[in-house]
């Protein structure tokens, strides 16, 4: 993945209320995928409209979420994105 210049990334653009559409890239490696949705479905995130595509080492994720973290709060773009990042890192 990093031989062929591709980073992890992450990018969220809000979508208007509780959604949000994501994009993230990350190292395809066995189970990373489950891991991150087990760590997004226990944030309460809600996915729809999601494809994932695989290329020289990384996949890409891409997803329309939907829900809340934290209780009623709205969620917010960059909070979000530093979570995935966070997510993304430790799998």
Do not use: P, Q, W
């Not at 997803?63 to 966070?86: C, M, Y």
């Amino acid at each position: 993945m990093k031989n062929c210049g591709i980073e992890e990334d992450v990018k969220v653009t809000n979508m208007g209320g509780n959604k949000l559409r994501i994009n993230i890239i990350f190292g395809k490696k066995r189970g990373n995928f489950t891991k991150l949705v087990e760590a997004m479905n226990a944030l309460g995130f809600v996915f729809g409209d999601t494809s994932v595509t695989t290329l020289k080492g990384a996949t890409l994720f891409s997803s329309v979420l939907e829900g809340t973290h934290g209780g009623d709060r709205i969620i917010r773009v960059e909070e979000t994105r530093e979570l995935l990042l966070k997510i993304i890192r430790g799998i």
